[in-house]
């Protein structure tokens, strides 16, 4: 077996699918040249067949990603493998990754197939791939839950057919990290041809075990991919956290013995873009890109620090792209070192115009902050990521008036389309009230169901602040997120983009694993 582990990462199609994760085509672009940055094997970046804004995703990915495999899910049918086959069209290196459900439970109750339709499908589909694609994964759906002798056929078939990656999935994160690695090691020896295809794990976290299901599936099963998101994102408890599967085999490289090819300076850099496009917050103590992963508050643990490192650390903060937390620009930088530092932290603008826009940004905000971090410009950019076609309303002007024994009051300016209205309104709070005063005009009608601010960096009570807002409204859900200084006006921002988002109508993958 190889000593390379495949790194596949489906942030942009999986991790998509968490509750208002949802990202726009210019948003997924941005994460897809970072996650190459990072030097990801594959990027899933999509699912082209489930909406014309995801075939277009999945299009401009393909078109602009040189380095990684760019990869599209297609159900096993031709119209969804001929749509993933379009889009990927200008790949470099493209894969057509067709999946069916293969457990009792999922045949009977969700597709309604009996065994041998499911059989034949699975295997109709990847011949048809395999005409359209030279680069083809089967999936077998809630794999770990089929029976052992059927899911073997199954997959003896579709290696047969030109299958080159078998992927497993535990879809709902039943398994049992030694219990899956057997499994995996038994499918693959029931398997006359498994050593022609690669195979591949993707583990969900329900039981909070995706990453040792997936470790395990390496290591006792032999598969040799991991298919993994950036922080862990996903639907329900979430996919297998692609920086904690990494610095396992790279750490433990003596129990593994195993090579990945990911810049792994780029982690933390991926974790922040993904935080602030999706507005998932990453909790403090996760593992790797969590802010207290390296933070050590016992005298003990700090005096083993000082005096050497690998008393309390087994990884470098550093080694994992820490070390970029450092104050880059100030009001008097000009243009070209703007410039450079988007390149830098892998931004790319279509147009010198968007280039001009965004370093008129920038200054406004050096004016009302003397130190901008990294963190910073990924902030700004990512706040005007909505593309004046899709932005139904913008923030024009906010003031708000909030003393001790008065109840607070706001007055908002914003567009409406093409329409400047103002509203104002009373509050328990500056917050409250500017956002009451936005409904009073809007009339949304959506619920709350998180409003979270985290400071966008430490140290400073001079840190803009990012507020993070998900709405629910007929059955959608979608995040909005906002930075700003003053925290009110953030919190406007990021209200608006939510509800920028429900006007937007943006449609959702349904697919799940």
């Not at 277009?56 to 969804?80: E, F, G, M, W, Y």
């Not at 901008?372 to 139904?392: K, M, N, P, W, Y």
């Not at 601010?453 to 007929?474: K, W, Y």
Request: glycine share 8%; hydrophobic share 40%; proline share 2%.
């Amino acid at each position: 077996m190889s000593d390379k582990l495949i790194i596949f990462d489906t942030t942009l199609r999986d991790g998509e699918q968490s509750p208002g994760a949802s990202m726009t085509k210019d948003e997924k672009l941005r994460i897809a040249r970072q996650l190459e940055r990072l030097r990801v094997d594959v990027i899933e970046a999509g699912f082209a067949a489930s909406s014309n804004g995801d075939f277009d995703a999945v299009k401009t990915i393909a078109d602009h990603i040189k380095d990684s495999t760019v990869c599209s899910l297609s159900r096993a049918n031709d119209r969804d493998i001929s749509r993933a086959a379009e889009a990927l069209a200008g790949a470099n290196r493209g894969r057509i990754h067709t999946f069916i459900a293969t457990s009792p439970l999922h045949m009977e109750k969700k597709l309604r197939m009996t065994p041998e339709q499911v059989f034949e499908q699975a295997r109709q589909a990847v011949r048809f791939a395999r005409n359209l694609c030279g680069d083809i994964e089967f999936s077998a759906e809630d794999g770990y839950r089929s029976d052992m002798d059927f899911l073997a056929r199954v997959v003896e078939a579709v290696i047969a057919e030109g299958a080159t990656t078998i992927n497993i999935p535990d879809t709902v994160g039943y398994a049992i990290p030694e219990l899956y690695g057997q499994f995996i090691r038994t499918l693959r020896e029931k398997v006359p041809n498994s050593d022609k295809a690669i195979w591949s794990v993707h583990c969900h976290n329900d039981l909070g075990m995706a990453v040792a299901n997936s470790l395990a599936g390496v290591k006792i099963g032999g598969a040799r991919q991991v298919e993994c998101t950036i922080n862990g994102l996903g639907e329900r408890a979430g996919n297998c956290s692609l920086e904690e599967v990494v610095m396992a085999v790279r750490t433990r490289r003596d129990h593994f013995g195993l090579e990945v090819g990911i810049d792994t300076s780029q982690i933390v850099p991926a974790s922040r873009m993904v935080s602030q496009t999706t507005g998932f917050v990453v909790q403090p103590n996760k593992a790797v890109v969590g802010a207290n992963a390296f933070a050590h508050a016992s005298g003990i643990h700090q005096d083993g620090v000082l005096k050497a490192r690998d008393t309390y650390e087994i990884m470098r903060a550093e080694d994992v792209g820490w070390s970029a937390n450092k104050i880059v620009l100030g009001k008097l930088s000009g243009r070209n070192a703007f410039k450079q530092r988007l390149q830098e932290l892998g931004i790319e603008m279509e147009s010198e115009a968007e280039i001009n826009a965004a370093f008129a940004r920038f200054k406004d905000l050096a004016d009302r902050k003397s130190e901008i971090f990294d963190e910073d410009i990924i902030a700004l950019v990512g706040d005007e990521s909505v593309t004046s076609e899709q932005e139904h309303y913008r923030l024009v002007a906010l003031s708000q008036r909030s003393e001790t024994g008065e109840r607070p009051h706001a007055k908002v300016s914003f567009f409406v389309g093409a329409k400047e209205v103002t509203s104002e309104a009373d509050g328990n709070g500056p917050v409250d009230a500017s956002l009451k005063a936005i409904e009073a005009h809007v009339q949304s009608g959506a619920e709350m169901l998180l409003y979270s601010v985290n400071a966008i960096t430490s140290g400073s009570t001079e840190s803009q602040g990012e507020v993070t807002f998900r709405l629910q409204h007929g059955g959608r859900v979608v995040n909005g997120v906002g930075s700003d200084p003053d925290i009110v006006v953030a919190s406007a921002k990021a209200y608006l983009a939510a509800l920028n988002k429900l006007q937007g109508n943006v449609e959702r993958t349904s697919a799940q694993w």
